[in-house]
């Protein structure tokens, strides 16, 4: 069960760089950052105009003159304060991300960020090494990963109660812009502009997400090969792809496919996962998040319920159990449940508790570095005629 009583000696100072007024994902992230009492939102670069930020900053509980229009001077004046942030979450367009996480690790703060992490495994490398000098996290949010029963899903691969690992079938495929939305759209205006939003569009944006639910709970599997397809059909978003495929061969004889689609029309959200296995299979859709299909060949399909006595009594599992089993858990879990890993491990950090910090489980430098050679390898299959690229 989720311990409720778990508290640092104070909250960690916690800022954010975007997420204003308006922001669905500012709201997720301050929704689960602020639930547990693990950190304290003390500053915040909410919005570049500077009475929008300061309006709103005030309105969240914000000091006024903690209400930055610029992350840099952000950055700077906390720096002076003995109670200056010691983090900073950084909800942007993605062609922000890498330049906002360097200068925050470089002026000494742990980093949270939207993935992708960056544009290019260059820049990811860069990153890590500036994190790992200064002893630092970086905190990738797949916010996914929280749901305890993708971690059941885990430590039942892991325990063999599958099989060997065959194929892995991955897809986040929704239909909400079969059309050029983004006409009166600015939030997704930027996303399909590749100076804002990088090399790709929905392999960025929700591609990498069903690929590092196979990396949770996989872990061990590695890609050797792969060969992608992209398509814009709303012509207007080339060369950003609003539909792709991916095809993947791991190093251990196993194959996988992804698809990610933003034209899938009629679909919800439609991320699913299925990892087929000699002995078994295990399913899970994130718009049942609290369910796990269980299928033995030749025996009945099971259907796994969060919460019960019956799962593996998993750390990753049992530790994010908010409520009981049959009460719905959603997606505000799975980020609180991220947001307190991530608080755990920065605090073994400042603490210099090496022990708990290596056995606290967190979408990593090395989950955004991945992302992002995903990420880098499609583009490269694609605009090679959809030949097959080798992954490293």
Known sequence: ???????????????????????????????????????????????????????FGVNLGVDSDRCYSDYKVMFEEESKREDGIEVVSIATPNKFHFIMTKTALEAGLHVICEKPLCFTVEEAEILKEIAEKNDLVI??????????????????????????VRIV?????????????????????????????????????IGTHALYLAEVM???????????????FIA?????????????KFTNGAVGNLWASAVNAGG???????????????SWWDEHPNQLVYEVQGKPKQLLDRGHGYLYNDDSAVSGDRIGCGHAEGLFESWSNLYQRYAIAIDAKIKGDKERFENTWFPDINAGLEGVRFI??????????SSWVKYK
């Open 169 to 205: 079938n991955m897809q986040f495929a929704h239909g909400w812009h079969s059309e050029e939305v983004e006409k009166n759209d600015p939030g997704l205006k930027w996303r399909v502009t590749p100076e804002a939003s990088g090399p790709t569009y929905v392999l960025g944006d």
């Open 1 to 55: 069960m989720f311990n409720e009583e778990l508290k640092f000696d104070r909250p960690l100072r916690w800022g954010m760089i975007g997420g204003g007024r308006g922001s669905q994902i500012g709201y997720i992230h301050r929704s689960s950052a602020l639930r547990d009492g693990l950190f304290q939102l003390s500053a915040g670069a909410f919005d570049i105009k500077p009475e929008a930020c300061k309006s």
């Open 236 to 248: 207007s978003r080339a060369p950003l792809e609003d539909n792709a495929t991916v095809l993947l």
């Open 376 to 385: 880098e390898n499609c583009v490269r299959s694609s605009d090679n005629e």
């Open 218 to 232: 996989v872990p061990n599997l590695e890609i050797d090969k792969l060969m992608c397809s992209r398509q814009s």
């Open 268 to 282: 919800i959200h439609e991320q699913r996962i299925r990892i087929v296995g000699s002995k078994a299979s295990i």
């Open 139 to 164: 905190g990738v949010t797949y916010g996914y990963t929280g749901h305890q029963m993708v971690h059941q899903a885990k430590k039942m691969i892991e325990n063999g109660d599958i099989g060997d």
